[in-house]
């Protein structure tokens, strides 16, 4: 288990944001709430980098839209 540390950060959030973290937090603490949020955007933008890198490196090679496909197939039987 990873164990959370206390950083002192300044982040400007927005206001419309906090209450809506504020709002979909259900039972676990803001903190617990922001930290669950920012790994999924994390994750997110993790897997569009490498679904950018696939398309570029596949649609540079022959028949690179068959084999596209094939590895999206394949990376999707991973998951």
Do not use: H, Q, W, Y
């Not at 002192?8 to 809506?20: A, G, I, Y």
């Not at 490196?57 to 999707?76: K, N, Q, V």
Request: aromatic share 4%; net charge positive.
């Amino acid at each position: 288990m990873v164990t959370a540390t206390r950083t002192t950060k300044s982040l400007s959030r927005e206001k419309d944001l906090l209450r809506e973290v504020e709002r979909t937090r259900g039972g676990v603490s803001t903190s617990e709430r922001v930290n669950a949020l920012l790994k999924t955007a994390l994750e997110i933008e993790r897997r569009r980098g490498l679904a950018t890198e696939t398309e570029i490196f596949f649609g540079s090679a022959p028949d690179g839209e068959r084999l596209f496909r094939a590895a999206i197939r394949s990376l999707a039987r991973e998951d």
